[in-house]
């Protein structure tokens, strides 16, 4: 069974930083790409942004690009998002995502989600 476990959400003001994890139980780390999305009040889930199994490549999406990076460590079972200058639109649920197939942007498409964790940014 997959568990997606994220940690270090929390309250932070305009221009912060925070760093969030999310650890993985139940498959093998490192055979897949893992990636993280958000769902703010009343809009849909959006990709924030994707890593490949051995962290060499990387994508975001283009909200959150130059400000956010994701790593990993594979011996760890372990995958981040690093963000920085953080607006109050970026205040959302960030949830982490796996996927055994072929990687999607589309959250439709991703098969194990965590359960999520809170990122406010004040004004």
């Known amino acids: 069974q997959v568990q997606l476990v994220e940690s270090g959400g929390g309250l932070v003001q305009t221009g912060g930083s925070l760093i969030l994890s999310c650890v993985t139980s139940?498959?093998?780390?490192?055979?897949?790409?893992m990636g993280w999305f958000r769902q703010a009040p009343g809009k849909e889930r959006e990709f924030v942004g994707a890593?490949?199994?051995?962290?060499?490549?990387?994508d975001y999406g283009d909200a959150v690009k130059g400000r956010f990076t994701i790593s990993r460590d594979n011996a760890k079972n372990t995958m981040y998002l690093q963000m920085n200058s953080l607006k109050p639109e970026d205040t959302a649920v960030y949830y982490c995502?796996?996927?055994?197939?072929?990687?999607?942007?589309?959250?439709?498409?991703?098969?194990?989600w965590g359960q999520g964790t809170q990122v406010t940014v004040s004004s």
């Open positions: 995502a796996l996927q055994p197939g072929a990687w999607t942007r589309s959250p439709g498409g991703i098969s194990y």
């Open positions: 139940g498959r093998t780390f490192s055979f897949y790409t």
């Open positions: 890593i490949n199994r051995s962290g060499s490549s990387t």
